[in-house]
């Protein structure tokens, strides 16, 4: 068994919404583990910060790009292709959610999420493609989208387009699996739980109320996504392929 069976040396990793929660923890591991990473999100003083604060564990570069749009997603990999003539790992993990009662439930709360949580994904991995197939002539490329448990069990709370989207997002990988792995571009997913997060405000400011609902009693680090991130990512999860690993303490077998 190789030593190297977890190493990211001299590969190139793009993570959209890299500037902060989970993409940030992923971004962080790839660096520690030898990437290259490129990171992406909508706010540029974000981005260029977390760049510049990771910049410490290697080399990464900042990429401020709204992919909530064709127009970012083209622009985004435009500049990729622009940088690099290959691609080994894309991390879709650029994501929205929406909270409201379902009387009230806007379209722009559907439009908005399903479009960056779901459409956004595919667009951005198929205008990547030929960096991926230069990649994937040397060694397995790896496309990991980044989904939720929310896609798997049901969470009470009403943020209807958000479940939806990434359940959505979770057959997606499986489609997209079948058809690009004969190319050996593995397509996975990562589900996670309750990370601290901007977006999971509540694992943020009430972690010790959200343990108590965990198996574990605790909620998710940052060791813990670039664990599972490294690990698709790297020659270990090689034959993973179509699978979405969940990440989140046990708390999708103990929900009601």
């Not at 990649?135 to 939720?148: C, H, Q």
């Not at 060791?223 to 999708?252: C, F, K, N, P, Q």
């Amino acid at each position: 068994m190789s030593l190297d069976l977890f190493s990211l040396k001299g590969r190139v990793a793009l993570v959209t919404g890299g500037s902060r929660g989970i993409g940030k923890m992923i971004a962080r591991g790839f660096l520690q583990s030898g990437a290259k990473v490129y990171i992406s999100s909508r706010k540029q003083a974000a981005c260029d910060a977390t760049a510049a604060e990771l910049s410490q564990f290697g080399e990464i570069v900042a990429l401020p790009t709204d992919v909530s749009t064709m127009e970012g997603v083209k622009a985004l990999a435009g500049a990729i292709a622009a940088r690099e003539p290959k691609l080994d790992i894309l991390v879709n993990n650029a994501g929205k959610a929406w909270l409201e009662p379902i009387d009230v439930f806007p379209e722009k709360g559907w439009d908005q999420v399903v479009d960056l949580n779901l459409k956004s994904p595919f667009f951005l991995t198929q205008a990547l493609l030929p960096q991926l197939r230069a990649a994937a002539k040397d060694r397995v490329a790896k496309v990991i989208n980044i989904a939720s448990i929310d896609g798997i069990s049901v969470n009470p709370q009403e943020t209807y387009s958000y479940a939806a989207s990434k359940s959505g997002l979770i057959h997606l990988t499986r489609r997209m699996a079948t058809q690009l792995a004969p190319e050996q571009i593995a397509v996975s997913a990562i589900a996670p739980g309750a990370f601290a997060s901007d977006m999971n405000t509540t694992a943020r400011d009430e972690a010790e109320a959200v343990a108590k609902r965990i198996p574990l009693r605790r909620i998710g680090t940052d060791e813990d996504m670039a664990g599972a991130a490294i690990y698709l990512a790297s020659r270990a999860g090689d034959y993973v392929v179509g699978s979405t690993l969940i990440v989140d303490g046990g708390v999708t077998y103990t929900r009601s």
